[in-house]
């Protein structure tokens, strides 16, 4: 059987201990399906120019990573990558910026990824490549004589044209997209997104009967692979772990009172500040539920250093002082904040334990914390997610209660809601929902974008 190779900006090379996100999990499900390897960034950046690439074997993959030259890295990475596409593709261009140097340097490091990757490509490898930090990587190999299949999965939302020209070299983005076999997104609203960008008359393509998309001069396959979480190990998890010292501290502390759980990375699309708003309304318009609930949000930093973080960071502490302040009493604190990471173990057993999960991001791809707080449910008792509607995981996990981010009463309203769902409800919606999970399942998605790209 021919080799995957997967390619995604960094290698998480599975330690112990150690969580692997959601881009990791599925890279590696793929992986071990078939064994292959793991291609990118060791996490490494050096002065110089950077050495030879390096190999570590784990069974039957091999982890191939490169270093980086530090210049070109802060530019593509933290520059071009964070700065320019992260809050483009999420709709909020507000925080974009541009600089014509960082998208020097983002070109340079596809290039770099590719003439690396030449050297370890052998003729039958089929080629993954993952998400926004390279989508100018198939271009490169295309341009080094790579006929194999190479596909593309974007992990986070494709926005529509209007906001997609915001950037200035948007037109070399469809092009390098348009050099893949095969281009996944997570939603049927992200695929005819990008279908309508390469409709455009200034770039002059067109969608065929069959799905597939002629432009650039190529014609190439574009299509939905929502993502998916591993349903079973995800359950094994928060059950193996409910006795877990710390998950016994923390139900111990809650007095019998519900607990509502958030957990995110730190970062402006997840909503944290409207959330803690619409707790906050929660509290004022049902006076009832005072007393009653605690509102645990776990947020570790990510991206630390960069200035909008650190702003999210002390909204958030402000915000949490306020409501604290408004609504504590002496024997209750309503929002507790935690601004660090928690083992993958303990964050499973934690969402068991939790009558609500709150994920209400103001834009997601997918937005794995959705699902994976419905699959470490107790069946016969299980708690509710309230979601926001701008999330991809809203697509399939219908039977959550479902909310507008921005709108804080009717995020107010929506924990109300789930706050007083009768069991029976609670069952029957959570039953629907698992079902969804387990079919779309991380296994199922990986196999689907692997079928694909060896068809193509
Ligand atoms: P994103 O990819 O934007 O961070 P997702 O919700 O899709 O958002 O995926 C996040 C992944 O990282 C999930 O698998 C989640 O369990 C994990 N994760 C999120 N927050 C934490 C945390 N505080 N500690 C450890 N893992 C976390």
């Known amino acids: 059987m021919s080799r995957l190779i997967a390619v995604s900006n960094r290698v998480a090379a599975p330690k112990a201990g150690k969580s692997a996100g959601g881009l990791a999990v599925g890279v590696l499900s793929a992986l071990h399906e078939q064994g292959g390897v793991w291609f990118g960034w060791s996490g490494r950046t050096t002065e110089s120019e950077p050495g030879d690439t390096k190999s570590s074997r784990s069974g039957d993959i091999e982890f191939v990573t490169i270093d980086l030259n530090t210049a070109d890295f802060d530019g593509y990475y933290n520059g071009f990558s964070n700065d320019s596409l992260w809050p483009l593709l999420h709709f909020m261009v507000g925080y974009f910026t541009f600089r014509r140097s960082q998208y020097a340097a983002y070109t340079r490091v596809n290039e770099f990824f590719a003439r690396r990757l030449v050297d370890v490509l052998q003729p039958d490898d089929l080629i993954w490549v993952h998400d926004y930090h390279l989508f100018q990587l198939g271009l490169s190999l295309r341009q080094s004589g790579i006929k194999q299949p190479i596909g593309f999965f974007l992990h986070v939302p494709f926005p529509n044209f209007d906001v997609l020209r915001v950037l200035p070299c948007y037109p070399q983005i469809l092009r390098g997209l348009a050099a893949y076999d095969v281009v996944g997104f997570q939603t049927e609203r992200d695929l005819s997104s990008f279908q309508d960008c390469m409709v455009q008359p200034e770039i002059g393509g067109a969608v065929h009967d069959d799905g597939t998309i002629e432009v650039f001069g190529r014609r190439f396959r574009a299509d939905v692979f929502p993502i998916g979480i591993d349903v079973a190990e995800c359950q094994r998890v928060a059950v193996e772990n409910s006795r877990h010292k710390q998950v016994e501290r923390l139900t111990g502390s809650l007095g019998g009172r519900k607990l509502i759980i958030g957990v995110d990375r730190l970062d402006y699309s997840k909503g944290l500040e409207l959330r803690f708003r619409g707790f906050e309304t929660l509290l004022e318009s049902y006076p009832s539920e005072r007393g009653e609930v605690v509102y645990l949000q776990i947020a570790p930093p990510t991206r630390t250093g960069v200035r909008t973080y650190d702003r999210i960071r002390q909204g958030l502490e402000t915000a949490a002082g306020n409501i604290n302040g408004r609504f504590a009493e002496m024997d209750w604190m309503p929002i507790r904040y935690l601004n660090r990471g928690y083992s993958r173990e303990l964050l499973m057993a934690i969402l068991r334990e939790a009558r609500i999960g709150l994920v ?42 479902l909310v507008n981010p921005y709108d804080r009463q009717g995020v107010a ?44």
């Open 360 to 401: 209400t991001p103001i834009r997601d791809g997918m937005n794995l914390v959705a699902k994976e707080y419905v699959a470490s449910q107790n069946p016969k008792d299980p708690g509710m997610p309230v979601l926001s509607t701008l999330c991809g995981a809203a697509k399939e996990l219908k039977e959550a209660v």
């Open 413 to 456: 309203d929506g924990l109300q809601q789930a706050l007083a769902m009768p069991l029976n409800e609670r069952r029957a919606r959570h039953a629907a929902m698992l079902s969804i999970l387990e079919k779309n399942d991380i296994h199922a998605w990986s196999r689907r974008f692997v079928e694909a790209l060896r068809s193509a």
